[in-house]
């Protein structure tokens, strides 16, 4: 009987929907400052500087670049990101209780 509940691994509680908002929002609000740095005040500079305005094409992929390092860098590191450890979130695979795979965490950003 030992052997079986050595195998099995701790279930996590499913999170409500206030806390995945929370969550959520903390999230959106580090990610603005991250792309204010690095997107906001690169395009700012070109336009300054050099007088020309990227493309929005090229505005929207660096801002999608940054949201993409920021998410699935944190999932795939510590199962969650900045916004999510305040409430003891966390992404896993059901299997193992993990954190994410690079491919995992690539499909989960690209669904949300």
């Given at each position: ?85 305040p409430w003891k979130l ?23």
């Amino acid at each position: 009987m030992s052997d079986q509940s050595s195998s099995k691994r701790l279930q996590g509680v499913n999170a409500g929907v206030l806390i995945r908002l929370l969550a959520s929002c903390y999230d959106g609000i580090i990610l603005l400052g991250i792309s204010m740095l690095l997107v906001g005040i690169p395009i700012t500079l070109s336009v300054e500087m050099l007088g020309a305005t990227p493309p929005k094409w090229l505005q929207y992929l660096l801002f999608l670049t940054v949201s993409y390092a920021y998410f699935v860098g944190f999932w795939v590191k510590g199962g969650a990101t900045t916004g999510m450890r305040p409430w003891k979130l966390m992404v896993a695979t059901n299997e193992t209780g993990m954190p994410l795979s690079w491919m995992a965490a690539s499909v989960r950003f690209t669904v949300l």
